[in-house]
C-alpha cells in the first residue's frame, strides 16, 4: 500500500464535485458476502472532510455492489461541516447521495445503504494511523469470517506507530 501525503483540498471537492482516483482510495473489501460478519472491509480516508472523502469511496462501492443510495457515519472523526448530501460523479450526469450523521454509532464504522436494500459496513481507520498499522486492521476487517466489530479492530491502530 502506498500511502501520500494529505494533499490539498479545491472547491469543487468541497462541494463533492470530484472523486479520488481508484488508485489513491485506500480502501479493502470482502471479495465476496459469502462470509458475512459484523464488518464488510476497511476504509482509510486521507482527510476528514467528509465532502472531499465520500464522492470517492461511493463511487468505489458502486463498482462493487449497487448504487449507493445513503451514508451513515458517527460523528466522530469528522470535522464539523457534516453535510447531509454530497454530489457524486461530477456535475455532469452525477447524483447527490444523503449521509446522516450518527453520535450513537460506534466510532469508526461507515454504513453504506445501497438502492437494494442492502448494507456494507466499514471500519473506518483513523487519520493519524500508521501504514503498516492501517493496512492489518483493513485486511483484518475483509477477511471473510471475521467477527470483530470497529471498535475492536481500531483498538489495535495506534496513531502513526508503524
Known amino acids: 500500500m502506498t500511502v501520500t501525503t494529505p494533499r490539498e483540498v479545491s472547491d469543487d471537492q468541497r462541494a463533492g464535485l470530484s472523486e479520488v482516483p481508484p488508485a489513491e482510495l485506500r480502501l ?41 443510495a445513503r451514508v451513515m457515519l ?15 460523479g461530477g456535475p455532469a450526469g452525477g447524483r447527490v447521495v444523503r449521509v446522516g450523521w450518527f453520535a450513537s454509532m460506534p466510532a469508526g464504522l461507515l454504513t453504506a445503504i445501497f438502492a437494494s436494500g442492502q ?12 501504514e503498516q498499522d ?10 471473510a469470517g471475521n467477527l470483530d466489530q470497529a471498535p475492536a479492530i481500531l483498538a489495535a491502530v495506534g496513531p502513526g506507530s508503524s
Open 28 to 68: 479493502r473489501l470482502q471479495p465476496d458476502r459469502s462470509g458475512r460478519g459484523p464488518l464488510d472491509g476497511g476504509w482509510w480516508p486521507r482527510s476528514a472532510d467528509p465532502a472531499a472523502e465520500l464522492p470517492g469511496l461511493i463511487l468505489a462501492l458502486d463498482k462493487q455492489h449497487d448504487r449507493v
Open 134 to 143: 492501517a493496512a492489518a486492521a483493513m485486511e483484518q476487517a475483509a477477511k
Open 119 to 130: 448494507r456494507t459496513d466499514l471500519v473506518t481507520i483513523p487519520l493519524l494511523a500508521g
Open 74 to 88: 458517527g460523528t466522530a472523526d469528522w470535522d464539523a461541516s457534516r453535510p447531509s448530501r454530497v454530489r457524486v
